[in-house]
């Protein structure tokens, strides 16, 4: 743990001058253009650092049955080259086979840890235009090899964030990249978490003094 809180906060100051790690484009949700996405890092004095993700979207061609959304977001550290990795994979998957890859990656490491948020906004006319932010806390611990105690090598965090959706009567799930008609065996009410392109943002970026 002690080589891990030096890495971390051996210049809490320069950490908090330079907090800004990556700025990464990223690809629209739906058709409508999309404005870039950010993560910040900043390390604290436990060990642990802080991810913040901002996420400008304008979304366009909902279901006119959607009245609400939410970015669904969740984080994890590991080595950076395999959330490379993880990313590149799922970025090249669609529909339900791509929820099922994020989620394996990236949803049930996070929700162990205790490492999400969630952020509502409201749907009007099939649209949606804003930012939203999201901070999430992350253990120190999980940027360390159990085996051998000391830091990972190329240590990073996987950020996302998925797009939920929900009618007037609150029911609704994570949407999924689907061209009508209704896929076949689709549940009842599926057409509302149908959209044109990718509803997520998934990006990777370093830690603190990485």
Not at 28 to 44: D, K
Not at 129 to 151: C, E, F, Y
Not at 202 to 210: K, M
């Amino acid at each position: 743990m002690r080589d891990l809180t030096r890495y971390l906060c051996g210049n809490t100051r320069r950490h908090r001058a330079a907090s800004v790690v990556a700025l990464l484009a990223f690809s629209p949700v739906l058709p409508a253009a999309g404005a870039p996405a950010t993560v910040t890092t900043a390390a604290l004095a436990d060990g642990s650092f802080v991810v913040t993700l901002s996420i400008t979207a304008q979304l366009q061609a909902l279901s006119s049955a959607a009245v609400k959304g939410a970015w669904s977001c969740s984080v994890k550290a590991a080595s950076k080259r395999s959330i490379d990795a993880d990313v590149a994979k799922i970025s090249t998957l669609t529909g339900r086979a791509a929820r099922d890859a994020y989620q394996s990656a990236l949803i049930y490491p996070a929700h162990y840890l205790g490492q999400e948020a969630t952020v509502d906004f409201s749907i009007s006319n099939g649209e949606y235009s804003g930012t939203q932010a999201v901070t999430i806390k992350v253990a120190g611990r999980d940027l360390t090899d159990r085996n051998t105690g000391h830091v990972i090598d190329d240590p990073g965090v996987m950020v996302g964030c998925w797009l939920k959706l929900y009618d007037a009567s609150g029911k609704g799930d994570f949407a999924y990249q689907a061209q009508p008609p209704t896929p076949a065996g689709a549940a009842p009410g599926d057409a509302i978490l149908r959209t044109a392109s990718a509803p997520y943002v998934l990006l990777s970026a370093a830690v603190p003094n990485g």
